[in-house]
């Protein structure tokens, strides 16, 4: 069974830093495509930045250099490393895993509040 678990949110002040991280469980880790998505009130869900099985990265354009998005495989564990925040990014953050077998897969998701 898929299992992903979040754990990191927060409150933050606007220039804060929060880090990210994903516990995964029931699928092959290191071959899969891990993904961090937010979904703001009001807004869809849009993707943040995701990481390939080869430590290959992508960005969505507002995220502009402040995170990074990383992988451990041996402890199936990803992360997502937020700097320079602001009230924009609050939202709730969503890890995601898309397995070369089986189901794409979501954590609960974990709040982010930048406020000052």
């Known amino acids: 069974q898929v299992q992903l678990v979040e754990s990191g949110g927060g409150t933050v002040q606007p220039g804060g830093s929060l880090s990210l991280s994903c516990a995964a469980s029931g699928f092959t880790f290191s071959t899969s495509l891990l993904a961090w998505y937010r979904q703001a009130p009001g807004e869809s869900r849009e993707l943040v930045a995701s990481?390939?099985?080869?430590?290959?990265?992508r960005y969505a354009d507002f995220v502009q250099g402040r995170f990074t998005i990383s992988r451990d495989n041996p402890k199936k564990t990803f992360h997502l490393q937020m700097n320079r925040l602001t009230p924009a990014d609050t939202a709730v953050y969503y890890c995601?895993?898309?397995?070369?077998?089986?189901?794409?897969?979501w954590g609960q998701g974990t709040q982010v509040i930048v406020s000052s």
């Open positions: 990481i390939g099985a080869l430590s290959d990265t």
């Open positions: 995601n895993a898309q397995p070369l077998r089986g189901p794409n897969s």
